[in-house]
Each structure stands twice: as C-alpha cells, then as structure tokens.
C-alpha cells in the first residue's frame, strides 16, 4: 500500500449563503457558493497540511458536482474515489444566520447524489489502501448510501485501516432526533477515533455537561481515542491510558464552519505519520496542540475550504 493515506467517506454539498449576512433566506439578494461537506472538508485539510488524501463519495454529474471534484483535485485530493450519477443532482444547502439568532436551512436532497451510492459503486481497492478511514453519520441517514456506508467499514476494518468517526450532527437532516441519536450510536463500537463536539456530547447523552464522567459514557473498550471539542476551550482527550485536556489558541473568530473538520484533518494527517501518538500521551498533547491550532485559524476567516490552513500557516501560527 501506499503507507500515508487518509480516505475520507460521506457527502460533499454546496452551501448557498446569503451574500448580506443576518437576513432570512427569502430576503436575500444573492448567494455565495461554498462548497463543503464535512467528510470533504477533512479531506482537503488532510491534503492542505501537506498529506495524502481522498474523497470517496457521489456527485451529480451537474455542474456543482464537476465543481466539486475540480475543488478537490485543485486541493490535492484525489478524487479517484468519486462516483458520478448521471441521473442525480449534488446536494444543495441553503443556510443562513438571521439577525434574530435562528438559523434557516432549505435543503436539496430529495434524494440527492451522495445518497444514492451503492454498495456496488464503492472502490474497494481505495478503501483497503487507507491507513485511516474518515467518515460522519449523513451518510447513515438512507439507503442505498447507508448499505454503502456499512460496507466500507467492514472492508476498511478487515484491511486494518484505523476507522476514524465524526458524526458531525446535522439534526435538521434527519426525520427525528431519536433516530439521529440511534443511527449515530448504532455504529460506535466501530471506529477506533471518535470526536464529538461539546453541542453533540450533550446530544449524545442527554447531559448538558462536558465533564468526564459524562464524556466517558461515549467511551468503548474498542475505542484507542475519544475526543471532544470545546470551540475557544480546546479539546479533551480519553485513551484507555490517559485522559486530560489541551487549550486552544486565542484568535479573532469570524466564522466557526470547518474548525472541527480542521482539526481532525490534523489529527489524521499526523496519525498517519506516527501511529504511536496513541499510545504516547506526550505526543498526543503535542499533535492535539497542532489541531486545536489548525482549528483555530480556521475560525479566523470566512467559510470552510478557503479557510482551511497551509502547513505554513499552521507551523507559523503555532511558533509565534
Ligand atoms: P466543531 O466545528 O466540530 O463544532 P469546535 O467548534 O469545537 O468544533 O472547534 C474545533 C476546534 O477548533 C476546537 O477544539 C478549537 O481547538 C478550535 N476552535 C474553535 N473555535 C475556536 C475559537 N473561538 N478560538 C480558538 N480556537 C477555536
């Protein structure tokens, strides 16, 4: 295999956004398109730090799909891994923060592309050449792409990929609250990393609490790592082993989408290169610090992809 190789699973969208912020979405004059998806997100931060990523997933052979997979490959990640429906169209989001705090979605998906992957489509030499394996719980939410779904992580499991999970709640997507939290419980066992952020803990558990033991009921003894992220408090950490915390960086935040997937994409793309980080809490602490920083300059511009770092950026960010 090719050793270094982060596969990320799951949906990439289009977010249409108000281009004046604060209004409802009837009362927009226009939209920017900001192309995302968690899953490709972390892909992309993968590939911006300097690591090798794909994408695995389906597009709509439209013209926002044929944009997506140029944004990828333009990005560094392959996008071998991308199936193409000629009869679908690419997920559509439009999302805005109005001035009154609600946020409001319309969604196209009915169905879209990425729901529609088969467990037939999947390229199955791609998954078993993943030394880690990326994926949330949209793609959980129908059939065929859930089918689809389960069997890539069987198949990156048998090949000793390290299954990494962020379910990355989106609960305006899903028919009820109960079925997202089953849905997204009912593959936990799985994966050997797991990241919530504090909003999905209190979800999860019903707690409104990030305190340990609260945390620890998400705990498995098939898990290696359990994170949750705290947005401008940093991240705790849980291993068999050790448990702790690491801060964040002060910045200036202006928008707070793909921080978590930042992060990650961190995270996975130093796993890859030492998989002893695991074990190692010393390490552990040092490549949390990495993605909490990775985050956090995330938060410092607008929208997901543009504002995901360089490994310039980040080295100069955690040096000065
Ligand atoms: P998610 O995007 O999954 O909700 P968070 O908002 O917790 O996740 O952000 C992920 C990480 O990004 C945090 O753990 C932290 O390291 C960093 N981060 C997020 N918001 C801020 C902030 N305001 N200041 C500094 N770091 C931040």
């Known amino acids: 295999g090719d050793g ?4 990320s699973f799951g949906e990439m969208l289009i977010d249409f956004v108000p281009t004046v912020s604060g209004l409802s979405l009837a009362e927009a004059p226009g939209f920017i398109k900001a192309p995302g998806g968690a899953p490709a997100n972390v892909a992309i931060a993968v590939a911006r730090l300097g690591g090798r990523a794909a994408f695995m997933g389906k597009l709509g052979d439209d013209e926002f799909g044929r944009m997506l997979a140029a944004i990828l490959r333009e990005n560094g990640v392959s996008d071998a891994g991308v ?5 679908a169209r690419t997920a559509l989001a439009f999302v805005t923060l109005r001035s009154d705090g609600e946020r409001e979605f319309m969604f196209y998906r009915n169905p879209s592309a990425d729901m529609l992957l088969t467990p037939d489509e999947l390229d199955l030499d791609l998954i078993r050449r993943a030394k880690v394996f990326h994926y949330g719980s949209i793609s959980l939410i129908t059939e065929p792409c859930r089918s689809a779904h389960l069997k890539a992580l069987e198949v990156a499991k ?4 390290l299954l990494s999970y962020d379910p990355n709640l989106r609960l305006p997507l899903w028919p009820s609250p109960e079925e997202a939290k089953e849905k997204i419980l009912s593959i936990w066992d799985q994966a050997d990393i797991i990241k919530v952020s504090d909003v999905e803990l209190e979800f999860l558990t019903g707690k409104a609490s990030v305190e340990d033991e609260v945390a620890l009921t998400l705990w498995r003894p098939t898990l290696m790592l ?9 991240c705790k950490y849980y291993t068999k082993d050790f448990r702790g915390a690491v801060d964040a960086f002060t910045v200036e935040q202006v928008d707070t989408t793909g921080a978590g997937d930042a992060f990650v994409g961190a995270l996975l793309g130093k796993l890859v290169d030492d998989m002893s980080v695991l074990q190692d809490e010393k390490k552990l602490r040092q490549v949390l610090r990495f993605a ?7 938060t ?3 929208g997901a992809i543009p504002a995901l ?3 310039g950026e980040a080295l100069a960010f955690v040096e000065k």
């Open 4 to 7: 270094r190789l982060v596969v």
């Open 158 to 161: 048998e090949a000793g990929a």
């Open 300 to 302: 410092t511009k607008k």
């Open 292 to 298: 909490n920083a990775c985050g956090g300059i995330t």
């Open 309 to 311: 770092p360089t490994l």
């Open 226 to 234: 359990l994170l949750v992220t705290l947005g401008d408090k940093g």
């Open 83 to 87: 199936t193409f429906d000629a009869g």
